[in-house]
């Protein structure tokens, strides 16, 4: 654990390498997965301003560098460096439409057609095999990225499993039939209500 949610620190960081998880934990214990870190990435820059509690955890994925920078420092930083500024800026901008687009597909789109969507993007990095696509799945991972129980993840696997659609093997999954599961994601999107 990098950094914890609800405490204080009054410094701002970049990561310089390695991963991190940025999560919440809810009020039950439930952990929410937001978003992965990568070299490059600001943490603390919502909070450093005001010297706000960290809204979120940041938890090392891998061995990981960080520059950290105190406060007062950053703030001097940020006022004399105009091409830091600008990429701070875009930096929050870009965090701020990404958290935006993504919350509007979870109020938008049922869970169903959210997962379907998510193992449709993690195919494109799957190994191709003759009977289909194997990629790596974690369904603890994958409820806390969807903020939901794992039983709710595994009703939906096992519905695309009676389907023919994947076959589940340990950490693993095979996607049989991926025209089956764009389908699936269509259909889904298509029934979805609209909410205002």
């Known amino acids: 654990m990098l950094f914890q949610q609800d405490a204080m620190y009054d410094r701002f960081c970049i990561l310089l390498d390695g991963v991190a998880d940025i999560n919440i934990i809810g009020e039950h214990g439930k952990k929410y997965s937001q978003a992965t870190y990568s070299a490059g990435d600001m943490i603390g820059e919502i909070e450093i301003y005001d010297l706000i509690p960290f809204v979120s955890n940041v938890e090392a994925m891998t061995d990981v560098t960080i520059m950290s920078l105190q406060r007062d420092y950053f703030l001097t930083w940020l006022q004399l460096d105009s091409n830091f500024n600008q990429y701070f800026i875009r930096r929050i901008l870009y965090y701020n439409y990404t958290i935006s687009k993504r919350e ?52 939906i696997l096992f519905q695309l499993r009676e389907s023919g659609i994947i076959d589940i093997q340990k950490n693993e999954l095979l996607i049989r039939d991926v025209k089956g599961l764009e389908l699936e994601t269509k259909q889904e999107a298509r029934s979805s209500p609209t909410r205002c």
């Open 104 to 155: 509007g597909i979870n109020i938008l789109y049922p869970l169903h057609h959210r997962v379907c969507a998510y193992l449709l993007h993690l195919a494109r990095s799957g190994i191709q095999y003759p009977q289909g696509i194997t990629i790596k799945l974690n369904k603890q991972e994958l409820s806390q990225k969807f903020a939901v129980t794992q039983r709710s993840i595994n009703r």
